[in-house]
């Protein structure tokens, strides 16, 4: 099944065109995955870099069998933006589309990147996707399990402080996302001894990332509904709840 991914919550249009079977079992053929700069969020510019990258992959929209939608958290015009174009395509297309969470993606780009395989990191470790709030060193973050090609989230979503994910820290856990490095700094900053359960990879999201969780779903028969499709927007009170799930408070 070829399945086109999109994502445009950062500050670049992730688009990307894989070949897989929903199931799963086979893994998946990236037949083009591009990152370009998102300096001016126009449907457009969005519109010309799909166009491109199904070039690029040999492929027409015709051939496309579903399309994937990042829906953040990130840049709130960004999100809007991207949503509205893959809703648009869907719609006018007669495609299914799928939402998938940007930080689940970066979860499946850590297990599933190069760089995770060729580096020491334990491919046991749980992965805490990171994704920067646009305030200083504020984040959106969520941990997650990876099992095979399934990412399983632990908990709810985080938005908050990147120094309070270190006290989510319990066993091995690799932060994943732009910028994963600083905010590796900052919790080790505040707690020097959770340095021997960190690990961070320097991500950006990826297309065919979410062209594959998007292959997934659809193996699944699962499919959203392209009028009603909505971005997700996290506020501040959801760190509230999860640090409690995870610390055992009660609200």
Not at 22 to 35: F, H, T
Request: glycine share 12%; net charge negative; aromatic share 6%.
């Amino acid at each position: 099944m070829i399945v086109l991914g999109i994502d445009t919550t950062g500050y670049i249009n992730a688009v990307g065109v894989i070949d897989g079977a929903p199931s799963g079992k086979d893994g998946v053929k990236v037949l083009s995955d591009n990152r370009f700069p998102a300096r001016t969020d126009t449907l457009e510019q969005i519109v010309d870099n799909i166009d491109i990258t199904l070039k690029q992959a040999g492929v027409s929209l015709k051939e496309v069998g579903g399309i994937g939608v990042g829906l953040g958290p990130g840049s709130w015009t960004g999100i809007k933006v991207g949503v509205t174009v893959g809703k648009m395509l869907a719609f006018s297309a007669g495609k299914p589309v799928a939402g998938i969470p940007t930080l689940d993606a970066l979860a499946y780009q850590a297990k599933t990147s190069k760089m995770t395989l060729d580096s020491a990191y334990n491919n046991d470790a749980s992965v805490c996707s990171v994704i920067a709030a646009g305030v200083k060193d504020m984040v959106y973050a969520a941990l997650y399990n990876v099992q095979g090609n399934e990412v399983v989230r632990e908990g709810d979503y985080f938005a908050g402080d990147a120094r309070k994910l270190g006290e989510l820290v319990v066993d091995m856990v690799t932060l994943a996302g732009d910028c994963a490095e600083h905010y590796k700094d900052l919790i080790l900053e505040k707690d020097a001894s959770l340095g021997v359960f960190l690990d961070a990879i320097e991500l950006q999201p990826s297309g065919a990332s979410i062209a594959s969780l998007a292959t997934l779903r659809f193996g699944r028969g699962q499919y959203d509904n392209p009028l009603s499709l909505t971005p997700m927007y996290l506020k501040e009170s959801t760190a509230k709840v999860f640090v409690n799930k995870y610390l055992g408070h009660k609200e």
